[in-house]
Every structure is written in structure tokens, then in C-alpha cells.
């Protein structure tokens, strides 16, 4: 079910953060994402990446700045507040997958609908949803009922993406979707993904070290590590 908005999904200006007890500042003067747009966060190992991810989550809060998803200000809501918008209002594909080793396939994947009504609301049918998902990304029905455990890397890789696209969230957030894949299953999982995203009108921002991507985005940003911290510019 696609988005159907014509607003920013994710709106940033001006963020800052400070590393507690480092000193070190993050910080990103500009990003924003329109339905369906696909951005990369790139950088050297330990510039910020992930960090910056965790922010844009809500997880963390910056020590200034703005933070907008679907038109809510992140920074000024509360700590549960930030994670039912999460739940509602993002779908993320880590980088280690975080799917759930005692359920089946069918069961990670419609997890997030448990803990989001409003998400919940927008799948009609939420078993024909999955199994259009599982098409999608090329996944046999056969091994819904499976456990998890029992498929490939890569059939894993893609019950995630299946996990945090199911009822079409504003946002995807994919850190290093990528890091466990040859690179032929790379580009396939790639276009998958993208393809799903921009059906879904969800927007795309995903963390990279594989220069390869760039051609999956419409936007690249640079994490530059300077003396007193991380600069994240547009390139």
C-alpha cells in the first residue's frame, strides 16, 4: 500500500550530537527524503554511521538541532513516544538481520504489526500482504512455516526486508544490508529492495561502505572525520 504523500518523510537541519565523554561532535547540517527517495551514509569505520542511524531512529537524541519524520518532531518527544512512531513509522533492516531464531519466517516477518496499530491498519489483508512480500523478494512459500534458522544468509537478508516493509512505513533504514553478500546476490538483493521501496513509496536511507551501492540511491552523503569530530556532507 504505497504512502501517497507528497511531504518530506525525513526532514534534518542543523543536527548535533556529542559523543558522551569524548567530546567529539556529529554533525549534519541537511538531509531530507521525499516519498520514495534513496540516500547512503558513507564513511570510514568509526566516523559515525551508525550513530547517526540511531538518531534518525530516535534511539539517541541530539543535543541540538531538528529531527522531522512525516512531519513529527523527533527531539520533542518522549523516550516511548519516539518508539511508537518507530514502530509505526519505520521499518529497519540491520545489519546482523535481528530476526527472531524461535519463530518461523512468517511469524518474524509479521512481528512489527503487534506492536503497531496504525500500522497494523494499513495491511488489509495481512496474509496475503506476506505472501505478496515473499514473491517479491523471492522467497518460496514453502518455507513460511519454516524456522528461520533454516534458511541462507541471503533468504534471511530478504525476511528482514520483508519484515520492515510490511504495511508501507514512511522510512527504511538499512544498515550495511549488504555486508554478507557476493556480489551478484548483492546487486539482486539491491534491486529487490529498492524495487519494493519505491513501490511501497517508503523512503530509503542506508549505511555503506560498498562503493557499488552508489549507484542504488539518488543521494550519497559523506561522513568526513576532522579533528573535532564527523562532518556528514552531500557528494
Known amino acids: 500500500m504505497p504512502v501517497g504523500n507528497t511531504m518530506n518523510q525525513l526532514a534534518i537541519h542543523d543536527l548535533h550530537y556529542r559523543w558522551p565523554g569524548t567530546g567529539r561532535l556529529l554533525h549534519l547540517p541537511e538531509l531530507t527524503l521525499g516519498a520514495g527517495e534513496r540516500a547512503m551514509l558513507k564513511g570510514v569505520s568509526?566516523?559515525?554511521?551508525?550513530?547517526?542511524?540511531?538518531?534518525?531512529?530516535?534511539?539517541?537524541?541530539?543535543?541540538?538541532?531538528?529531527?522531522?519524520?512525516?512531519?513529527?518532531?523527533?527531539?520533542?518527544?518522549?523516550?516511548?513516544?519516539?518508539?511508537?512512531?518507530?514502530?509505526?513509522?519505520?521499518?529497519?533492516?540491520?545489519?546482523?538481520?535481528?530476526?527472531?531464531?524461535?519463530?518461523?519466517?512468517?511469524?518474524?516477518?509479521?512481528?512489527?504489526?503487534?506492536?503497531?496499530?496504525?500500522?497494523?491498519?494499513?495491511?488489509?489483508?495481512?496474509?496475503?500482504?506476506?505472501?505478496r512480500l515473499m514473491d517479491a523478494m523471492e522467497l518460496p512459500e514453502s518455507v513460511l512455516a519454516r524456522p528461520v534458522t533454516e534458511l541462507s544468509v541471503g533468504q534471511q537478508q530478504r525476511v528482514a526486508v520483508a519484515r520492515a516493509l510490511l504495511g508501507a512505513p514512511a522510512l527504511i533504514l538499512a544498515d550495511e544490508p549488504t555486508s554478507a553478500l557476493d556480489p551478484e546476490s548483492r546487486d539482486r538483493f539491491m534491486a529487490l529492495l529498492t524495487e519494493q521501496c519505491r513501490a511501497a513509496g517508503s523512503s530509503l536511507l542506508l549505511v555503506s561502505h560498498d562503493p557499488a551501492l552508489a549507484e542504488c540511491v539518488d543521494t550519497q552523503y559523506q561522513l568526513q572525520v576532522h579533528q573535532g569530530g564527523t562532518e556528514v556532507v552531500p557528494c
Open 46 to 131: 568509526g566516523s559515525g554511521k551508525s550513530t547517526l542511524l540511531n538518531l534518525v531512529a530516535g534511539v539517541l537524541q541530539p543535543d541540538s538541532g531538528t529531527l522531522e519524520l512525516t512531519g513529527t518532531e523527533l527531539t520533542s518527544l518522549s523516550a516511548g513516544k519516539r518508539d511508537r512512531l518507530r514502530a509505526e513509522a519505520m521499518g529497519i533492516v540491520f545489519q546482523q538481520f535481528n530476526l527472531l531464531p524461535y519463530l518461523s519466517v512468517h511469524d518474524n516477518i509479521v512481528l512489527p504489526l503487534q506492536f503497531a496499530p496504525k500500522r497494523r491498519k494499513r495491511v488489509a489483508d495481512a496474509e496475503q500482504e506476506v505472501r
